[in-house]
């Protein structure tokens, strides 16, 4: 049992809350080498500057609505948009993963 769900000092609304808050950021941590590799992915191959900023910088916007979504929503109803926005980030790295194997492979990117 962790020293917040000892405390009986804190309400359980506060608890979950932190809750939340320790999920969003181990998922964080968990999709960061993902997100590091379509990077260095997409360095390595070439891709332009406004492909790799603006694929990274959708990524981090998924991320930070994900992260704002993910500990204040308490209804089970916008789960979706959770994992919508979770699928959106993702989507950017593959993208940029796809775009560098195909740069690599001497295909034009459309």
């Given amino acids: 049992m962790s020293v917040l769900e000892k405390d009986q000092t804190i309400d359980q ?3 979950d809350r932190f809750t939340r808050i320790k999920g969003a950021q181990q998922n964080g941590f968990e999709n ?9 992915a ?7 500057s406004s492909t ?3 694929l990274s910088a959708g990524y981090v916007v998924s ?8 500990i204040s929503n308490t209804n089970p109803k916008f789960s979706d948009l959770r994992s919508l926005l979770w699928l959106i980030g993702i989507g950017q790295c ?11 492979q001497g295909e034009p990117l459309a």
């Avoid at 997409?42 to 891709?47: H, I, P, S, T």
């Avoid at 991320?63 to 993910?70: C, E, F």
Wanted: with cysteine.
């Fill in 13 to 15: 609304a506060t608890k």
């Fill in 32 to 40: 960061l080498g993902f997100f590091a590799a379509a990077v260095v």
């Fill in 42 to 48: 997409g360095n390595l191959a070439g891709l332009s």
């Fill in 52 to 54: 790799l900023n603006g």
């Fill in 63 to 70: 991320r930070v609505v994900y992260t704002a979504v993910y």
């Fill in 94 to 104: 593959i993208t940029l993963c796809v775009k560098a194997g195909k740069a690599l």
